[in-house]
């Protein structure tokens, strides 16, 4: 009887501390995405009766397939340079007693202040060479003007290098601090048998955070995918129309409050919404990422 | 390697193997110095940028100082626009930002509480939508928080940005793990032993203990809030209830800093003055990541897998 | 215990059910609400303009002190479509009085949208006459829905000293600016900059090609292939190739350093407030006294007519939900033509006064060579009306005009490429494109 009370106290005390995150999430995940769903189903001049007219209306936009492929170009720069760059980054600080490594990894830090707005306001002035402290690389190259820079093909590579920019310092201390978690007998075990410090980076530890190599890629992935801020700003300001709905977050904006066409921006909406998730439940179900956390879930409540 | 008195009259002969180690050493040196030096150019070109007049940055050396009265200069002009709104940008993000960690912390930790330590129902449900809402970032949700938010009532108003900001999925994880692998099972079991019930447990046993997890969830809650700007950009749309980096991004395109077209004697907002007001979402950030940075070495996500 | 419980479950029933009844588009709530509601309380207006009219409306905010309680909102032009969509979905938080680029009023005048407040009972008819015809842009399906703040309409701005320097003639017709432009290769001298605003505003509109030739509200006339858009891309992409039309912009940090401060724009297609905005300010070109003039537009072949286009000239658009409409009237009427308040400002005003006003000032200004507002007046009658304004943002796709020229000076490409956005865009806005 006892027992049976203290369970349920244990239930409801469980639920009562739970309640205001579960509250938060359904106010601010799930009753979103169920009345976007429901206007992206909802009358539009073209589809007056609803349905899925909206999303036939978005795929057929014009300026949704260069949208999909400038991100998809972006991405394509942006991930494997943050993997690449992170990975080494990391592997190199752990190469070095970590008293000398402090000083860069608050260098590395530094960036992650200039991310959105800022970031578009620094490197418009880090690339135009009228104002650049790298004017005189830029003018080796022969770049003198700022329209050599700033025009439509190169906003792949500029995006991606503020991206690049923003993200790589703050992962690259947290990849770092994964290191440090290894086991030291591992380590010690590779040194006996002769591996020197590079092997041991590259062969031993870079296999051993794999896992959270992939994560900080799903993450940057996902945040990606969503890229509005800097080709918006960049759009309105210094360089006008230059890269204009040139982003999927940014064609669902114009369709929503320029193009008065609110059912079809929440299907754009949806459908992105509905990549990330599936590339959420992929890692979550289809990784071993989770599986501990997962795992450490069924002792408990065997417990 | 052997050295006696008479090898010092022959040329010392360098193994291969040291050389390959030694060179090796200084390329990865000369990288990791590289990359930080890239890392810190832009945010020192930020720092001193304000210091100087727009024709001196456009002449001048990229990272020379100027002057201290240069900083002053260009925060008279930002307080020209519309009357000291750089102002009101600066008081708002500093409580908006300041309510979201509160309340998204103490909600996050409670939960992930509950999550590691009660008898929650449902709780792999719960677990997965977490896991789930953790990946995808909240601008995917900004254009349907704008439908709810202009439903609800609460459009054009300082909580159309800061509920949102509440909802903090990566926090509730991280309280999970730590709550669940940080906290020895003995010390849980004393205290139900002391007679502790789950809320005892909680403020005796758990609180007490979660310094470095909180450091962790108000330092991520904080940057992310910080930061933030298609959310405020769609759910607020006057001037005064906007936040510093909307703001920054109405500067833009209302003066002629960086929209020559706008007018050369419209503002006396110049590319010093737009510095300022960037140094001044730059900065907190940098700070707050400065301070916190041993946080970050422990090892954000070693304990969520074996560890 | 269970009544925790099923506090919980009803507060999770009760944010269901209300995502259920607030899906779906507009909510019903209606006019403005808060202090403004019919007569009681004191009589409000939100201002919302761009930094150039800032100090117009603070004037007017000073004019009605103790009247009126007025907001005065500084926004770049792209964001006013945005600002009022958003209160039309949220319906509530409209700008009562809003300064907009000028196809603006067509998206605001489209019964989708319902923004545009009908100015016919509330603008005295004395004021449209003063007009004089040229605040027809405004006029759509009978009605009023905005009045000009100003004209923009094309002139050829020239340097008289750089012309007397190379004995070269003032162009009257395009064939002759062509010849005269190319007159400028290898001097160092150009003809302008094509990569803005000014290439559809001088070239494309005044040679009539259909851009969006709004014909009524179901159909729009696009036609990239129509001889009068052919015939500019045949006579601007040789001076473009040969230099003397530079591909970048008029506010591009390159070309000001490298050409215009340096004096070298022998002439340029250019609107009405050229001079004053552009050619004049020391931060700008900041080109010296007693150089600068105004001609007509050139005269395309076969045409009768030396015709303008308009670049920029910004409407004033009134609030329809609105509880006090005179109101927004009046402070329009006041921004748009009050004489005293428009005579130091540097756009042309369209409405006759004021622009006596105006007039009387640049008309004898030393700065400029002889009278520039002479060529100015001749062009305000022949400003083309083709052009008309449309409920999809046709403005938006300008920059990427000038973005496509910018980047790779192919003018024919870039032509076509802008236009097809444009019937994509009319399409789906639910007109049917003819050519």
Not at chain 1, 176 to 198: K, T
Not at chain 1, 228 to 246: M, N
């Amino acid at each position: 009887m006892l027992r049976h009370r203290s369970k349920l106290m244990g239930q409801i005390n469980g639920m009562l501390m739970f309640l205001p995150y579960l509250v938060v999430l359904v106010m601010f995940a799930i009753v979103p995405i169920v009345m976007a769903f429901r206007v992206s189903l909802g009358p539009s001049r073209l589809y007056p009766e609803g349905g899925f007219g909206n999303y036939l209306f978005v795929f057929e936009d014009f300026r949704f397939l260069s949208a999909v492929g400038n991100v998809s170009l972006f991405l394509l720069i942006y991930l494997p340079a943050m993997l690449i760059v992170v990975a080494v980054l990391s592997l190199l600080l752990d190469t070095v007693q970590m008293k000398y490594t402090l000083p860069l990894r608050l260098a590395y830090l530094v960036p992650a202040g200039i991310s959105g707005s800022v970031a578009i306001l620094v490197w418009y002035f880090m690339l135009e060479p009228t104002y650049s402290p790298f004017a005189g690389i830029f003018a080796e190259i022969g770049l003198t003007e700022g329209v050599q820079i700033f025009n439509t093909t190169n906003l792949v590579y500029i995006f991606a290098i503020m991206a690049f920019f923003t993200g790589a310092g703050n992962w690259i201390v947290i990849q770092y601090g994964s290191l440090q978690s290894i086991p030291q007998d591992i380590l010690e075990a590779a040194r006996m048998d002769g591996a020197n410090v590079f092997q041991q980076a590259f062969l031993i530890k870079l296999p051993l955070i794999r896992k959270y190599l992939v994560y900080m890629l799903i993450l940057v992935f996902a945040s990606g995918l969503q890229i509005f801020v800097e080709p918006y700003l960049i759009s309105s300001s210094v360089y006008p129309g230059l890269a204009k709905d040139w982003s999927l977050n940014q064609l669902s904006y114009t369709l929503a409050f320029t193009g008065s066409n609110l059912g079809a921006a929440m299907a754009l909406s949806m459908v992105m919404l509905l990549v990330s998730v599936i590339v959420a439940l992929v890692i979550i179900y289809r990784t071993d990422f989770f599986d501990e956390a997962r795992g450490k879930m069924k002792e408990k409540t065997i417990g | 390697m052997g050295k006696s008195l008479t090898a010092r009259k022959r040329p010392q002969r360098v193994p291969l193997t040291k050389v390959k180690a030694v060179s090796g050493k200084a390329v990865a040196w000369f990288i990791m110095i590289l990359f930080a030096v890239f890392s810190v150019i832009p945010m020192l070109w930020l720092i001193l940028a304000p210091s100087k007049t727009q024709v001196e940055l456009q002449r001048s050396a990229p990272l020379s100082f100027g002057s201290f009265q240069g900083y002053s200069d260009a925060w008279n002009n930002l307080m020209v626009f519309q009357d000291g709104r750089i102002v009101d940008w600066i008081i708002n993000s500093i409580w908006y930002t300041g309510v979201q960690v509160l309340v998204a912390c103490t909600i996050a930790i409670l939960a992930g509480y509950a999550l590691s330590a009660t008898r929650l129902p449902l709780r792999k449900t719960m677990l997965i939508a977490t896991l789930v809402a953790m990946i995808v970032p909240q601008v995917a949700f900004v254009l349907p928080l704008f439908v709810e938010i202009s439903a609800l009532g609460i459009y054009n108003t300082a909580w159309a940005i800061i509920l949102p900001g509440t909802f903090y999925p990566f926090g509730v994880f991280l309280s999970y793990i730590y709550f669940s692998t940080t906290i020895p099972s003995e010390l849980y079991e004393a205290a139900k032993i002391d007679g502790c019930g789950d809320w005892g447990t909680f403020f005796r046993v758990a609180v007490p203990l979660s310094g470095g997890l909180i450091g962790m969830l108000a330092f991520f809650s904080f940057q992310v809030n910080w930061i933030n700007f298609f959310l405020p950009f769609v759910v607020v749309s006057s001037g005064d209830v906007l936040t510093l980096p909307v703001g920054l991004g109405i500067l833009f395109s209302s003066t002629p800093a960086l929209s020559p077209q706008v007018g050369a004697n419209a503002l006396p907002i110049r590319a010093p003055e737009i510095a300022l007001a960037g140094m001044l979402v730059a900065i907190p950030i940098l700070i707050v990541f400065l301070f916190s940075a041993r946080l970050l070495v422990r090892g954000v996500l070693a304990g969520s897998v074996k560890g | 215990m269970n009544r925790k419980l099923i506090g919980a479950a009803v507060v999770m029933s009760g944010v269901l059910l209300l995502s259920a009844c607030a899906g779906g588009g507009t909510t019903s709530s209606e006019t403005g609400e808060g202090v403004d509601e019919v007569a009681s309380g004191p009589r409000t207006l939100l201002l919302y303009v761009d930094p150039v009219r800032e100090p117009a409306a603070l004037a007017y905010k000073a004019s009605v002190e103790g009247e009126i309680d007025v907001t005065v909102e500084v926004l770049g032009q792209e964001e006013i479509l945005a600002k009022v969509a958003l209160a039309n979905q949220t319906g509530q938080g409209w700008p009562d009085v809003t300064f907009n680029p000028s196809n603006n009023v067509g998206v605001f005048q489209d019964p989708l949208n319902g923004y545009a407040l009908n100015l016919d009972e509330y603008v005295d008819s004395a004021i449209i006459e003063g007009y004089n015809g040229s605040g027809d842009w405004c006029l759509i399906d009978g009605s009023y829905y905005c009045l000009k703040n100003d004209l923009a309409q094309t002139v050829l701005w020239y340097d008289t000293v750089i012309f007397d320097e190379l004995g070269l003639t003032v162009p009257t017709t395009m064939e002759e600016f062509a010849a005269t432009a190319m007159k400028l290769k290898g001097t160092g001298y150009v003809a302008g900059a094509i990569g803005d605003q000014g290439y559809y505003a001088g070239y494309l509109w005044p040679s009539g090609c259909p851009i969006s030739q709004v014909l009524d509200q179901e159909t729009v006339r696009i036609n990239p292939d129509a001889v009068e858009c052919t015939r500019v891309i045949e006579l601007v992409q040789p001076l473009v190739d040969a230099g003397v039309l530079d591909s970048r912009g008029s506010f591009d940090a390159g070309f000001l350093e490298d050409v215009a401060r340096q004096q070298k724009v022998a002439m340029n297609i250019g609107p009405s407030w050229w001079g004053q905005f552009v050619i004049r300010p020391e931060d700008s070109w900041a080109i010296p006294a007693g150089r600068i003039a105004a001609a007509e537009m050139p005269l395309w072949s076969g045409e009768t007519t030396n015709w303008s286009g308009e670049w920029g000239g910004g409407v004033w658009v009134g609030n329809s939900h609105a509880p006090n409409p005179q109101d927004v009237a009046d402070a329009i009427v006041f921004l748009a033509t009050d004489p005293d308040m428009r005579a130091d400002k540097v756009t042309f005003p369209g409405y006759k006064p004021a622009f006596e006003a105006w007039s009387a000032t640049i008309a004898t200004d030393p700065y400029y060579v002889g009278d520039v507002t002479a060529a100015m007046v001749a062009q305000v009658p022949k400003i083309r009306q083709d052009e008309r304004p449309a409920r999809f943002d046709s403005r938006g796709q300008l920059g990427v005009l000038s973005t496509e020229i910018q980047g790779s000076g192919d003018i024919d490409a870039a032509t076509r490429k802008f236009m097809e956005g444009l019937a994509e865009l009319a399409a789906g806005a639910g007109y049917t494109v003819v050519k």
